[in-house]
């Protein structure tokens, strides 16, 4: 049987297992948002980073990188590999993945998706929500074992824009990002 798994974060660009063919395609329902702590790539646990998660969004939906895995042996390493990377977020959902916006039923069904939820009792690094200010100050500020944070959103957004689709939650973070590290830069001059 085939396994679909949908990235709408990192697994765009950086996937790490092998796969037989990737789609690029959305999800309907969700926004992608910077609510959901990492303590373990793109932060600590002193200084957490943010990563994205999916939100339920009537009316939304969320661009990524859907992959195929068809032999058994490359499902289970990568559901193994998948498990531990994805290890902070608490929720796997199976959705259906739309690749043309005026399709009224999905290109596929029952593709797998790692979702950060906002139960604080399940999902200890949910962060939630805060101004587009606060949420770009932590990330400008945060570094952890995968590197600093601000990578992370910046490797997104160059990801969403080879996609062809633009996330104004990441591109409004991204542009105030940039506008932290230049007013820190002047400050170390």
């Not at 309907?28 to 948002?33: I, Q, W």
């Not at 499902?75 to 990377?85: D, F, I, N, S």
């Not at 200890?124 to 074992?145: D, F, K, R």
Request: proline share 5%.
């Amino acid at each position: 049987m085939v396994m679909w798994v949908f990235g709408y974060g990192s697994l765009i660009w950086k996937p790490d297992f092998s796969y037989d063919d990737r789609l690029a395609g959305f999800v309907k329902g969700y926004r992608r948002v910077f609510y959901q702590g990492s303590t373990d790539h793109r932060g600590t646990p002193e200084f957490p980073g943010r990563t994205v998660t999916l939100e339920t969004a009537e009316g939304e939906i969320c661009w990524g990188m859907a992959y195929k895995i068809t032999k058994e042996e490359d499902q289970e390493v990568a559901l193994t590999y998948l498990e531990v990377r994805e290890k902070q977020y608490d929720q796997k959902a199976y959705v259906d993945l739309f690749t043309e916006p005026s399709a009224s039923s999905p290109a596929i069904s029952g593709v797998l998706v790692y979702i950060g939820s906002p139960d604080k009792k399940l999902n200890e690094n949910y962060l939630g929500p805060a101004s587009v200010e606060e949420i770009a100050s932590q990330i400008a500020h945060a570094e952890g074992p995968s590197g600093p944070n601000r990578d992370y959103l910046f490797q997104l957004e160059k990801a969403l824009g080879l996609l062809g689709c633009e996330d104004k939650h990441v591109s409004d973070i991204a542009k105030e990002v940039r506008r932290i590290l230049s007013e820190d830069e002047v400050t170390i001059s």
